[in-house]
């Protein structure tokens, strides 16, 4: 448990480098609510996601910095470093959620 709130647990842990705040990932990943119900998977659309570190909600942020490529790590991510109370429209308010991460690769900086 992290300091602001984070649980996660290391599935695997990686053997490269981890990201900085304006690196931009490739992972894949599976979201679920506390009940299973799962709202999002790139698995399932069978292609990773890319996006900047420090453009995702703040409990992704905070994880990733700590990965390294490779890794595959479980996240708890606790409403206010997520959502919040307004959700989303797959996500309703105040929920904890839980994902599935697995941190393929660090791309080049974003553009600023």
């Known amino acids: 448990v992290t300091e602001s709130g984070l649980q996660y647990q290391i599935v695997k842990e990686g053997t490269?480098?981890?990201p900085a705040a304006d690196d931009v990932v490739k992972v894949h990943?599976?979201?679920t609510l506390i009940d299973?119900?799962?709202f999002d998977s790139s698995y399932k659309r069978?292609?990773?996601a890319e996006f900047p570190v420090g453009g995702v909600i703040a409990g992704w942020t905070e994880a990733l910095k700590m990965m390294k490529v490779g890794a595959t790590w479980k996240l708890f991510i606790p409403?206010?470093?997520a959502y919040g109370?307004?959700?989303r429209p797959s996500i309703p308010g105040n929920s904890v959620l839980?994902?599935?991460v697995e941190l393929l690769e660090i791309k080049?900086?974003?553009k600023k």
Do not use: H, M, R, V
């Open 29 to 31: 990943y599976k979201g």
């Open 98 to 100: 839980i994902f599935d």
């Open 16 to 18: 490269g480098k981890s």
């Open 79 to 81: 409403s206010e470093l």
């Open 108 to 110: 080049d900086k974003a």
């Open 36 to 38: 299973g119900t799962e």
């Open 46 to 48: 069978n292609q990773p």
């Open 85 to 87: 109370a307004s959700g």
